[in-house]
Each structure stands twice: as C-alpha cells, then as structure tokens.
C-alpha cells in the first residue's frame, strides 16, 4: 500500500525527531532542537502564506512579538494562566492581522512586503518604547509555564532543555499535520489556485480578498505561537523577537528550504538555526550568510533546497 | 425562448478611447452565439466586460434578466457565467486534476478551520471534487495525465483543461476566448464537438475564435466585431455575405472558405 505524502511527511518528521538525542553529544543540542522547532513553526505559517498563497510578508516577526509578549504581560496584568496566555496572544495576533490584513492584502509584489515591513517595525517600535509595560531593549522577564514542576510532581525529572525539546516538537508536528491538511482541502486549493493566477480564480469563483485574508492570519496564529514557545522556553524576552532580522530569518529559512513545502521548509530552519549555534564563527557573520544565501537559492535553486533535491532525484529514475 | 444573457448598449473607454462602443446582442440557453471581428476589434475587451474584470463606461450586461453590469468575477461565478481566456490562465504547479478540481470551488465549502483540521466534511469535499474532475477530464481525454503538473502539458492539451475547469462550475453561459487557437486540426475538431455537445445541454455559449469554419460550422448567430462597433449580426449565411463583413474581416479568400465550409 502507498503511504498518502501527507503522511510519508509527517512519519519522516516524526522519525527524525524522535531518532535526532541519540545522536546528540551533550544536553546543549536539546536547546538548538527546540530553537529549531521553534523556528520551525513560524516557517510552517509562511508556506502557508508564501508557498500556497504566494503572498509575502516581511514583518511576521511583529506577530512572534505580540505572542512572546503575550506571554510576559498577560499572566501578570490580566491574570491568565501562562498557557493560556499562549493562546490569548495567538488571538490577539490573529485579530489584528484580520484588521490589518484586510487592507494591505490588496497589494501586490512589492508594495506588500513593503506594507508588511511596516507592520512588522511598528510593532517593534511599540515593544522597544513602552518601557514601562515592556521592559524596552532590556526585555522583560517571562512567568514559568510550570511544566517542569507538573512533572516533577508526577515523579518525572526532565530537565529544561529536554522538555523544551519534546514539547516544540509536539506544537511542531502538530502545526505541520495543519498545514498538509490545508493543501489538499478546498481552502488549500483555492489559496494555491489565486497564486497561479488571481484572474482565473476569480472567474471560478473565488473570493480572493476573503482567502488571502485566512491565509494572513493563520500564518500570523503560527507565528505568535512560535514566538510565545521562545519566550517560555527562554524565560526572558527582548524586542529582537518582533525585529525586522527576524522576519527576513522567517522568510529565508522558508525560501531556502523551498517554500511551497512544510518538510522543505522545516528542512531550511533547520539548517539556519544551528549553523550560527554550532558554528560560532558562523554566528558573526549571521546577518550577511542570510543575505547571500537568499541570493544564492533565488539564482540557482528558486524551488529550494529539497524540492529541488527531490527533482532531481525523479527526474534521474524517470530517464 | 427568452435571452439568458443580454447586452444592452455595452461600452468602454480606455483614455479617450472607445475600445468598445455601443453593442448589444443577447444569448439564449443552448444557442451558440459567436464574435468575429479582426485582432484589436474589441472582442476579448467585450468578455472581460461581461465577465466583470473590466468596468464598461456605458451600458448594461443582463443575467436572467438580473442587472450584473460590473459585478464581482467570483459572484457572477455564482451566478452560472464561467469563461475560459485567450492567453490561458491555468494553475501551473498544480495537476491537472487539481486545476479542474478548484472550478468546483463553489460547490465545495472551503472554511479554513475545518480544511486545516481535515475534519469529515473538508474530506468529503474534497473526495466529490475529485470525482467529478475525473469524469471531466475524462470527457476532454485528459484523465491519463491527471496527476501531472499542467505546467508539464502540451498546449492544445492545456486549452481543453481550461475548458473542462469552465465546465467544472457546471455554468448557465460558458463564454470561451478563441478554444482553438493554436490547436491542430484534430484538436480544433474535438474542440468543436465538445461545445456543441454542451450547448446541446442547454447552456448558452458565447465564442470568439478566428477559426472561421468553426464558426460558421456551430454557430445560431454570429456577431461580428470592427473597432468596437457592432458592424453586422445575423445567420451564418447573412454575415458572410455581408460586404462591410467582407471588407473588414473576411476578405475575399475569408468569403470563400466560409461559404465553402457551409456545404
């Protein structure tokens, strides 16, 4: 029997989460696992905004920062338990990116990214200067989730880094099994339809506006959960999360990896979370790799890496 | 029997200029109503007017008796007017199947949380679409090719995709931007009998096409298109004679094929 590739994705997935510690030399790669996943997430939003829909964002890291903050604020001013304040910020983010998104999703090319850049920057312009609420550029110190006390009530003791590990992951997979879900579904169709072509899909009917729309803030849900994951993994959260070198990190790993697929584009996050944290060297001149490797794969791989790979590959059994 | 579609007095200026001027004609269920006219004569202008890309300045577009002058592409979709277009619109990184699929759109209810949870009715949805966008490509001889991208198919092959896609809302009028261009003379022949096997089913169709003996082959009436005005209208037959016809688009040699194609 053949596997459906929704599922072959997702057993490949599972399998190299789950086969990846026992190669691990020390406790520290937990972390980068969960950095990864982490990323991971926020890179799983834009296929479905880049890849399915063909629309861009430059300021998707504004939405990791209201669901970072999120997390910071809510359980201390509104008195919302820290899980819970996972999901009010992924509300919140969703909420304005419908109210935001309705306008600006009226642009094209360009214009867009420039729009979305704007977003993006306001953002953090109002987590960077409202000190008194954030903390501005020093941060501000986030409420433990409480898991590890939960299990070591339980009698399990896990240690940060290994629990962050398992439970990215779990978010991770379980954000991927959507997104694969959302290709193959009506909306899924729709959204890689009026990338094709917004002309012809209007005439079948679409309603393009409404569509682009959905695709805006589930990709803004992903991102704001991904952002919130980092704030509680790291206990500590500074504006950098909402800044612009976060958004084009967002949008370089996905277009690396090959944007129209959820593996591909886990597949770049993950290389371009651990290169900087591996390789310190690498961590320098992380800014400037960035660029030069959004250049490369533009000229020489504009499908990514592992769409590309997978080309390849067929195309050699086929000949 | 009453006109499905009727055009009253339709016009658009693109600055200063009249692109379209003043047409009216009407299409009626299961009739196969053609535009003919030389390039740049207003045709593909007067579709996407009618098919609300474009704004007309003048005028009226009449569904059913219902006002839809300028109204949204994918309302008017709901309505039953589908189109397909000169220079193909197709959804390349997706397969053929697919393409065909998303012209079910309408019947489909696409709802992004039950799509991203793939809850029952999503995979319901989806399942039906896939049914029916076999059969239609079947109808078109596609189905072999179903699963590869449509970027990856023949030309001709990709003008019958469009119109099983068209076909795929299931449409009231079906307007078709010249199917047989560019397609050999088996292709043009199966082109040709796919439409009027769906004209016999009742739906009302509106062609442009250049091909002038299938034109005058399937076509009830023929409207005949110079610099945005209507210069002539009628049977077959009448048009071909028509000498402003003649002088403007048909030409001697034109004149002669068609009558040619008649018998």
Redesign the interface.
Known sequence: MQLKPKYLSLLILVLLVAAAPLFFPSGFYYRVGALIFINGIAVTGMVILIGYAGQISLGHAGFAGIGAYSCALAPVYLNIPPVAAIAFGAALSAALAWVVGRPILKLHGYYLGVATLGLGILISMVLLNEAQWTGGPDGIAVPDLGLRGLLRDMGLRVGAGELWYWVAALVMILGAWLALNLFDSPTGRALRALHGSEVAARTIGIDVPRHKLHAFVVSAVYASVSGSLLAQMNRLITPDVAGFMHSVQMVTMAVLGGVSSVLGAIFGATILTALPQLLTVFHQYEHMVLGLVMILVMIFLPDGLLPSILKRLKGRNEE | MSALLDISDLGIAFGGIKAVDGVSFAVRPGEIVSVIGPNGAGKTTLFNMI???YRPSQGQVRLDGRDITAM???L???LGL??T?QNL??????TLL?NV???H??R?????LP????LSS?RR??RA?ADNALALLRRVRLDKGAYREARAMSYGALKRLEIA??L??EPRILLLDEPAAGCNAVETAEIDELIAEVAASGVAILLVEHDMKLVMKISAHIVVLDHGRKIAEGAPAEVARDPQVIAAYLGQHGQDQVLHAER
């Open positions: 098919s609300g890309l949204e592409p994918h008017l979709a709901r589908s189109r277009f619109q197709l959804f390349g990184d997706m697919e699929m998303v012209g759109h309408l489909e209810r696409a709802h992004v799509d991203l949870f793939a999503s949805s989806t679409s896609r068209a795929a809302l």
